[in-house]
């Protein structure tokens, strides 16, 4: 087997722990610059894999320009705006660690030991693969908690960002032969979204004066 | 069987509304007039395409371009007649209606004035995007172009600027981005596990996945399916992941709520039977879970309906309740459910666009849009009056109008199937929405205004432009009623087309 083994699973953990930090900082400039390292942390897994199928190369560079430079230079050009200080989340540091942990630790242990269930061939359900599938579910569930326990809008779209990563990730061990036109498809419009959602969430905040969500509570029923 | 042809007319058809959206936000800013101009002929350009595809498809023959990529069948053909043929009309009505001031106070108005060339781009690349998304034959481009329709029309969602219109933008964004999501992941899965049975075949291609649906891990078939329900059910409006669409539907212009109701969300329903129906032969208990969820959503979105004051949450509501009848007709898998539920699907193109145009020409007029404020209009606009009951009759699927016809055909193909608790829900859903619309239409159009603010003898009638827009929907609605074998041929051979339809 030509892969790193212990730099994939190092490159992993560092990545579930990224998200965390993404998630959990209330800092949002940390926030954002956590989400680039782990968007870093993705194209050097890519790479990783990329020693055993080279057209994984240029996935490596679709990450590293859609997911470590634009999206993040988005955010951060947004902050420099807004201020860094997050809208406190529905649930507290401490309770948001703890159920971030548990959540992380259950489902990885979970995904890794039926990754089969959802394995569409026998090799992704093996060795590297299975690591790889495990992490991205792991990294999905953790953006999914993120956009439905933050209630500032700026997290939720970090939330966001993590869930696409993960996908992206995904892909590695789902469709390691997928034509670059298509990946290049998706990573855009990613970004393109991303991009809008800060201008729409940059308008909310100089007609209403927040961030908040939980204000957001003009339409409903 | 089907002859392959490769035409540049698959390609054409959404290159022209594309590229004359670029022109019109370029154009634009030169003279407003450049860009309206350009947006009615990119749609037209389509209708074009479409009207030149249609006679070919109809022979037997499927139109291709670029190899295989993109493809162009009879199921195909339908929608982009669809979102064309309404996509025409709600232009010609958006020109007028854009222009009109009154909407916005003061300062909203000069911005909304200066942004006109960038909303016919947007306009028309969200036109082009959705008839893209329809002639696509690759299942990873379909995610692309389905969330392309989304990035498109995110800020016509928000076009008004103000905080609902915002918020609802927001929610759109994010609520539909996390959705499709789900859709991306269900593709991937979809196309790995079906690439290490096509050796040689570039698996991405939906007519190629038909053949080894089968082959398919079971467990992972099932993550498939649930994903593109979550994914592109999110998108075409079904409960339970439906709380975008009332937000969306009424904080847009009207001209893009009649878009967004009329045609987006039917494009979203072709991505769902595009992709569902190609397990439908193997995993039979599908078609009752589909159906379940159809009830499930025109009984919910009947009752929020009646719930509602604001005209266009009224019509929201309705349109999710009607998404039902679609997805239920398509769940029976059976010939009369399929071709029910794709007749549903063009009668309530034509008549919810109708409605909301004819809202719209209401707002136009007065500017108020709840049923509180409303009263009395009927005298002072007739023609709005005629165009909206019609839209009304045609939704509650009274004969002699277009909904009678489709909701007739789905009641038939659950009694075939002996489902009739399917039956009895959407008898009492069509009562629900009778009792929903004709109360709207009493409150807007018999009485006198409830609100101050409007004297009837300041009221006059829409522009000739708005209510030829109206009055050519109208005629689909009639024609469909009265004369359903129209649209036969296409239906026909659409019905037939969608994998897995088990007998006749």
New interface residues.
């Given amino acids: 087997m030509p892969y790193n083994v212990g730099l994939i699973e190092t490159l992993s953990m560092l990545m579930i722990i990224t998200s965390v930090a993404a998630v959990e900082s209330y800092n949002l400039k940390r926030a954002a610059a956590a989400y680039a390292l782990q968007a870093l942390l993705i194209c050097g897994l890519i790479l990783a894999f990329a020693a055993g199928n080279p057209a994984l190369y240029i996935w490596a560079l679709v990450a590293l320009v859609t997911k470590a430079i634009l999206t993040p230079w988005f955010i951060l050009r947004y902050i420099a705006r807004t201020g860094e200080r997050e809208v406190p989340a529905i649930v507290g540091f401490g309770p948001s660690v703890a159920i971030a942990s548990v959540l992380l630790i259950s489902f990885y242990k979970f995904t890794h030991t039926y990754v089969h269930v959802l394995a569409p061939t026998p090799e992704a359900a093996a060795g590297v693969f299975r690591t790889n599938l495990a992490v991205a579910l792991t990294v999905f569930v953790l953006g999914l908690y993120a956009i439905l326990s933050r209630r500032d809008a700026i997290k939720t779209v970090i939330g966001l960002c993590l869930l696409e990563n993960a996908v992206h990730l995904s892909l590695v061990s789902l469709a390691p032969d997928m034509r670059e036109t298509a990946l290049i498809g998706i990573a855009t419009e990613v970004v393109v979204t991303v991009y809008l959602l800060l201008y729409v969430i940059a308008g909310i905040r100089e007609k209403v004066g927040t961030t908040d969500t939980y204000e957001l509570a003009e339409l409903h029923w | 069987m089907d002859i392959s042809v490769p035409s540049n007319l698959t390609q054409l058809v959404f290159f022209i509304p594309a590229a004359a959206g670029l022109l019109a936000w370029l154009l634009g800013r030169v003279r407003r007039a450049f860009a309206e101009a350009l947006a009615l002929i990119g749609v037209a350009g389509a209708f074009a395409c479409a009207a030149a595809m249609t006679p070919r498809v109809l022979r037997g023959q499927v139109l291709t371009g670029w190899g295989l990529e993109l493809r162009v069948d009879s199921l195909s053909v339908l929608l982009v007649l669809l979102i064309s043929g309404i996509g025409l009309p709600a232009t010609l009505f958006a020109i007028r209606y854009m222009r009109h001031r009154r909407l916005l106070d003061g300062d909203s108005a000069d911005v909304t004035d200066r942004r006109l060339p960038g909303f016919y781009g947007l306009y028309s690349l969200f036109l082009a995007t959705m008839l893209w998304g329809c002639v696509t034959n ?1 299942i ?2 379909l ?2 172009a389905v ?2 329709t ?2 498109a029309s ?2 016509l969602v ?1 076009f008004y ?4 219109a ?6 759109y ?2 609520l539909l ?2 959705g499709i ?1 789900f859709a ?2 269900a593709s ?2 979809l ?3 079906a ?2 049975y096509l050796p040689g075949v570039n698996a ?1 291609l939906i007519s190629e996945l038909q053949a080894v649906a089968e082959l ?2 079971r ?2 078939a099932i ?1 498939v399916v649930a994903f593109f329900i979550v994914g592109f059910g999110t998108k075409a409006g079904i409960a339970p992941f439906h709380p975008w669409l ?2 969306a539907h ?2 847009a212009p009207s001209p893009v709520s009649a878009l967004l109701s009329g045609v987006m969300i039917k494009m979203a329903a072709y991505a769902l039977a595009r992709t569902l129906t190609i397990f439908y032969p193997s995993y039979a208990p599908l078609t009752v879970f589909v159906v379940a969820l159809g009830g499930f959503t025109m009984l919910l979105g009947g009752v ?1 309906a009646l ?1 509602q004051d604001d005209l266009k949450r009224l019509l929201a509501y309705s349109s999710v309740s009607q998404m039902g009848y679609v997805i239920m007709g398509i769940g029976f898998g059976t010939y009369l459910g399929v071709y029910g539920g794709l007749f549903h699907l063009l009668h309530h193109a034509a008549a919810k666009a109708l409605l909301f145009l004819s809202v719209g020409a209401v707002i136009y007029a007065t500017s108020l849009r709840s049923m509180s404020q409303l009263g009395g209009l009927g005298r002072r606009m007739p023609v709005t009056a005629v165009c909206f009951f019609i839209g009304a009759f045609a939704i509650s699927g009274l004969p002699p109008f277009s909904g009678f016809m489709s909701k007739i055909t789905i009641f038939m193909a659950g009694a075939q199937e002996g489902m009739w608790a399917a039956v009895g829900i959407g008898i009492f859903t069509s009562l629900l929405t009778l009792i929903v619309v004709i109360r709207a239409g009493q409150a807007i159009f018999w009485g006198n205004p409830k609100s101050a603010d409007i004297s009837l003898d300041a009221i006059h009638e829409a522009p000739t432009s708005l209510w030829v827009a109206m009055a050519g929907l109208a005629a689909i609605c009639l024609l469909l009623g009265i004369y359903p074998q129209a649209a036969y041929p296409i239906l026909n051979e659409a019905t037939l087309s969608i994998a897995g339809v088990l007998g006749p």
């Fill in positions: 690759n990873i481009m995610y692309v969330e392309a989304t990035i995110g800020l928000a600027w103000d905080r609902r915002l918020e609802a933008g927001y929610k964004l994010m981005t996390v999501t991306l992941f991937v899965l196309y790995a596990s690439a290490a991405m398919i891990p467990s992972v993550f009332p937000d009424a904080e929020m719930a």
